[in-house]
């Protein structure tokens, strides 16, 4: 278990160090970060009340959920950066709609998971679980909480924006 919360911690710093490179934008990211963290409580939440225990199995999906948690988040905030509009409502708005082969990949991963549910191997069943429990999870925390999140206190005009300095060779010259 002290390995499991030390990979997650990792896992987690990696996650805002990427959704931070990705954005370029403080306050998406730490909303973003927001939004996994709870993704994850919520995933292992779920698990316990359906009778896992920490195993090496279960131990390795919940340091997996992280990248399946990150995936919705890390969209819907790069989304909701790259929008033209200046106002949060119409940013979200573009970030909700911009987000279908997102939602497809999801579709897929969790179609894996329910065609794993019948098999007669205990493993294989469990990872379909998995597979289900934090896609769902997943969408639904960055769905609707990151993107209300957003759509009430997001950064506007430009709030909290990192942007990439001039490239070191332009031109074609060194």
């Excluded at 289900?132 to 609707?144: E, K, N």
Aim: charged content about 10%; overall charge positive; some cysteine.
């Amino acid at each position: 278990s002290k390995g499991t919360v030390k990979a997650l911690i990792m896992a987690m710093g990696v996650a805002l160090l990427v959704l931070l490179l990705v954005t370029l934008n403080i306050l998406v990211s730490l909303y973003a970060i927001i939004t996994v963290t709870l993704t994850i409580l919520s995933i292992v939440g779920t698990l316990v009340l359906l009778g896992w225990k920490l195993n090496i199995l279960e131990s390795v999906a919940v340091s997996t959920a992280i990248g399946l948690a990150v995936d919705f988040s890390l969209h819907y905030g790069v989304q909701y950066r790259y929008s033209r509009e200046n106002d949060r409502k119409s940013s979200t708005k573009f970030a909700l709609q911009m987000i279908g082969p997102t939602v497809m990949a999801a579709i897929t991963t969790g179609f894996a998971g329910v065609l794993m549910l019948p098999s007669s191997v205990l493993a294989y069943t469990q990872i379909g679980v998995f597979l289900v429990v934090a896609m769902s999870i997943s969408w639904i925390f960055s769905t609707f909480f990151l993107m209300s999140l957003l759509s009430l206190c997001g950064p506007q005009f430009g709030f909290g924006q990192f942007s990439i300095g001039k490239p070191l060779f332009s031109n074609g010259s060194r």
